[in-house]
């Protein structure tokens, strides 16, 4: 991306890399750029985390309604920007240190762009989430890539990085389940009342003598 270029063309670029990820990892992250500075992926990431926000207002919509889809969809354009940029790097720290752990001779912004263009799976992956059973495929989808990323950008072992990031997201995995069963036991969610048929049946009168 270029400072002349017109946002439909930096959509498009951003169109054309995200489906290069999801559709050819491993030639993507074979050509990757490692170099070029935080502005290109830091866009991209922007982008994609903003067309999610507009798939989950969409989502909105269908479940509450226009009115509040729309202030939900103010909200979240407004908290997102920040967000994203401060869990982008972030998370890049974190995943920076699992690959110098396992040797990788590539700086942070390396790091940070295989990060951010690993984000391209994220609209595809929110509405995995949605569906049953299909949560966990989300999260081993996204450490598949992480694993290709590992293996040609960052030059770490196939095998090391598989073993690595499977820990990973095994973590990652039972993390969100107690932090589910957690927020379930201490009343954090309520279920959704179910009224019993005796509550629901006025008191017996006695027969009149």
């Given amino acids: 991306m270029r400072s002349g270029d017109t946002a439909a063309g930096v959509l498009k ?5 995200a489906m290069n990820v999801i559709v050819r990892p491993v030639t993507f ?6 170099r070029g500075g935080y502005r290109t992926p830091y866009i991209f990431l922007l982008v994609v985390g903003l067309f999610d926000a507009l798939l989950l207002s969409a989502l909105k919509v269908l479940v509450a309604g226009p009115a509040a ?8 354009f407004l908290v997102l920007p920040l967000a994203l940029t401060l869990s982008s790097f972030v998370l890049t720290a974190v995943l920076f240190a699992f690959w110098r752990l396992m040797d990788s001779p590539q700086s942070f912004e390396t790091a940070y762009r295989t990060f951010a263009y690993s984000f391209a799976i994220s609209p595809v992956a929110l509405l995995m989430l949605l569906v049953p059973y299909l949560t966990f495929a989300a999260f081993f989808w996204w450490f598949t890539l992480l694993v290709i990323g ?8 196939r095998l090391k990085a598989t073993a690595v990031f499977a ?8 993390f969100l389940t ?3 069963h957690y927020v379930v036991r201490h009343g954090m969610v309520h279920p959704v009342p179910q009224a019993s048929s005796a509550a629901e049946k006025p008191p017996a009168h006695p027969a009149p003598v």
């Avoid at 590992?150 to 072992?157: I, L, P, Q």
């Fill in 13 to 17: 670029v951003i169109r054309n890399t």
């Fill in 29 to 34: 992250f074979q050509t990757m750029p490692r």
């Fill in 69 to 76: 889809a729309l202030a939900f969809a103010g909200h979240i």
């Fill in 150 to 157: 590992s293996v040609y950008v960052h030059g770490v072992g």
């Fill in 167 to 174: 820990a990973l997201g095994l973590a990652v995995v039972v």
């Fill in 178 to 180: 107690r932090a589910e």
